[in-house]
């Protein structure tokens, strides 16, 4: 199992531009997420999905926007890059447990985005 | 305000020496609290997690203990190895199935030779 891969492991965009990061995960795990990671900060929830065709918003949806159309795969669309977005984004998978067991997170490897 | 506050934000410590890393939390309710270990340019990876039922777990040189009355944890490294030289973050959740997950800053741990 590759677990949860990211492309592009780093890209530069210029103010305005558009870019799609990609995730896709080989787990067969129904939750997938984007978050973004600031320098001393924790990680903040951008996006995530329970399952194909559902999609929903987390903590700092502003300016992304996602697509779930297969369980493997989770992009995330950057419309406008601003500065503000400069960051390293996470993508990361989790299977649903039931019976008060823990729902595990698996991360990918990054994306480190730079906005000039 | 973070809901999840690391202690220190970075130490450094010899190679085979111990360390205690610090977390305290104000998340409620109270599920489940995990440490991941990242290291540099890599995403986190899983060393514990542990319910409100349970006040320690090990994973090899990785002990985490929690106190779910004054919530806090602590993650204690044994005999450092080059190799645990990386960020340790703490994260917290409300349930079982929660998928807003808090999580810490980190703690970066740096082991010298």
């Known amino acids: 199992n590759a677990g949860v891969t990211q492309t592009p492991k780093f890209r530069i965009l210029k103010i305005g531009q558009s870019m799609t990061l990609q995730c896709t995960q080989d787990?067969?795990?129904?939750?997938m997420y984007w978050y973004r990671q600031d320098p001393g900060m924790g990680l903040k929830l951008i996006y995530y999905?329970?399952?194909?065709?559902?999609?929903d918003k987390g903590e700092v949806p502003n300016g992304y926007n996602v697509s779930r159309s297969t369980t493997e795969d989770f992009p995330l669309r950057l419309e406008l890059a601003a500065p503000s977005q400069t960051s390293v984004y996470f993508c990361?998978?989790?299977?649903?447990?039931?019976?008060?067991?823990?729902?595990?997170?698996?991360f990918g490897p990054g994306t480190r985005l730079t906005v000039l | 305000k973070n809901q999840v506050e690391q202690s220190p934000q970075s130490l450094i410590i010899l190679e085979g020496k111990n360390c205690t890393l610090q977390?305290?939390?104000?998340?409620?309710?109270?599920?489940?609290l995990r440490w991941y270990k990242q290291d540099t340019g890599r995403g986190p990876v899983s060393l514990t997690i542990?319910?409100?039922?349970?006040n320690t777990k090990s994973n090899g040189r990785y002990t985490a203990t929690l106190d779910a009355d004054t919530k806090q944890s602590s993650l204690h490294i044994t005999a450092s190895q080059l190799s645990d030289s990386a960020s340790y973050i703490c994260?917290?959740?409300?349930?079982?199935?929660?998928?807003?997950?808090?999580f810490g800053a980190g703690t970066t741990v740096t082991v010298r030779a």
């Open positions: 542990m319910t409100f039922s349970e």
């Open positions: 977390c305290n939390y104000t998340v409620s309710p109270f599920s489940n």
């Open positions: 999905s329970v399952g194909a065709g559902i999609t």
């Open positions: 994260v917290v959740s409300r349930t079982s199935n929660d998928y807003k997950l808090s």
């Open positions: 990361a998978s989790s299977y649903p447990r039931t019976g008060g067991n823990v729902d595990e997170q698996f």
């Open positions: 787990m067969n795990h129904n939750y």
